[in-house]
């Protein structure tokens, strides 16, 4: 089995800069691996909102996470700032499949990355439904820039 490698930042399209805190450091001193997956969590979630695709209180349709992986290359550790890159890996009939980057301070190369999964489902009966048209539409912004 092959390692996976860094990816650079120009391999995608969209970044949420995120402030790294003090209580995200573990006992090692870096940022504890599950923290990584909060950060994931909250750069997708900020995307469908700022898209106009999430209102987290009200929407009927929802993407419930059904699978994530995270490969680490370099630490990071408060006070650090970061940005977390999306992009477009995969849109299923009723999943999307996010590429997701942790990029450390003006590091060029991701000090981690990884995969995050949504399933849409109806917020009622828990079962799946079509990705929504406004979706799809917003997920157009996040094309790897090679396909754009």
């Known amino acids: 089995m092959s390692r996976a490698?860094?990816?650079?930042?120009?391999?995608?399209?969209?970044f949420l800069p995120v402030t790294t805190r003090w209580m995200d450091n573990d006992v090692f001193a870096h940022v504890n691996n599950v923290?990584?997956?909060?950060?994931?969590?909250?750069?997708?979630?900020?995307?469908?909102?700022?898209?106009g695709v999430l209102d987290i209180e009200k929407s009927q349709v929802v993407g419930l996470v059904v699978n994530t992986?995270?490969?680490?290359?370099?630490?990071?550790?408060f006070p650090d700032r970061i940005s977390v890159g999306l992009r477009l890996a995969k849109l299923g009939s009723s999943s999307v499949r996010y590429d997701i980057a942790i990029f450390r301070n003006d590091e060029d190369l991701a000090s981690a990355q990884g995969q995050f999964v949504h399933v849409y489902v109806d917020r009622d009966s828990n079962r799946p439904v079509p990705v929504p048209e406004a979706l799809v539409l917003a997920l157009g912004k996040l094309a790897p820039p090679a396909a754009r």
């Not at 490698?5 to 969209?14: C, G, I, K, N, Y």
């Not at 909060?38 to 909102?49: C, G």
Request: proline residues 3%.
């Open 5 to 14: 490698a860094p990816e650079s930042r120009t391999a995608f399209a969209h």
């Open 69 to 77: 992986h995270c490969n680490y290359f370099s630490s990071i550790a």
């Open 35 to 51: 923290v990584y997956y909060s950060y994931f969590d909250t750069a997708v979630t900020h995307f469908l909102i700022e898209s």
